[in-house]
């Protein structure tokens, strides 16, 4: 970093060689069977540049999983559930998704972060709970967080399917279909 401790691009380089690393090593193995070795010969980083970084693999993933939130959370923040419906809305986060296709596969996959999935429920619940609210304002809190979590688990499972690339949905395909499901599973529920 320089003086004033912005980044230059050989850092900006290193890092992203090293976030790409660690992305291929989780396609095939588990966080927990990726050494610091191997991820540094695959970068073509040594030893002493990761360590100048990051702590150990737990702390890179922790960086690139914060940017992810963070990025997910401005996007969540900046497109609110408004008197437009649900589409807008689920548009946003898909085009969001889209855009981290890599990064969300592999976390969702089968090598992937079950903390990674924790947190996405997390932020998905906070603003279902909203729009719960707003939809049935007379149900029980209780029976929001059935309904949470019967969406969110089940767009988990959408999401892995459109990720995996074998559905071929475009994003605004897979979209519509999210909200098709949500709206007409919601719909029973606030009648």
Same mark, same amino acid.
Do not use: G, K, M
């Given at each position: 970093m320089n003086k004033a401790g912005e980044e230059n691009r050989s850092v900006r380089n290193t890092r992203r060689r090293l976030r790409e690393a660690l992305l291929r090593l989780l396609e095939q193995k588990p966080l927990h069977e990726i050494s610091v070795k191997e &991820?540094? $010969?695959?970068a073509d980083v040594n030893r002493g540049t990761f360590y100048f970084h990051y702590q150990d693999i737990f702390d890179l993933l922790g960086s690139m999983e914060d940017a992810f939130f963070e990025q997910l959370d401005r996007t969540l923040s900046e497109?609110?559930?408004r008197g437009g419906g649900v589409y807008p809305y689920l548009h946003a986060i898909f085009s969001f &998704?889209? $855009?981290n296709r890599d990064f969300c596969r592999i976390m969702l996959g089968p090598h992937g972060d079950m903390q990674f999935v924790?947190?996405?429920k997390q932020r998905v619940d906070a603003q279902c709970s909203f729009i719960w609210q707003m939809l049935a304002p007379e149900a029980a809190p209780e029976r929001y967080a059935m309904y949470n979590a019967f969406i969110i688990n089940g767009c988990i499972g959408l999401l892995q399917e459109w990720l995996s690339g074998r559905s071929g949905l475009t994003e605004a395909s897979v979209t519509e279909l999210a909200a098709t499901i949500i709206l007409a599973s919601v719909g029973p529920?606030?009648?």
């Open positions: &991820l540094t $010969e695959l497109n609110p559930v &998704l889209e $855009e924790d947190r996405v529920c606030i009648a």
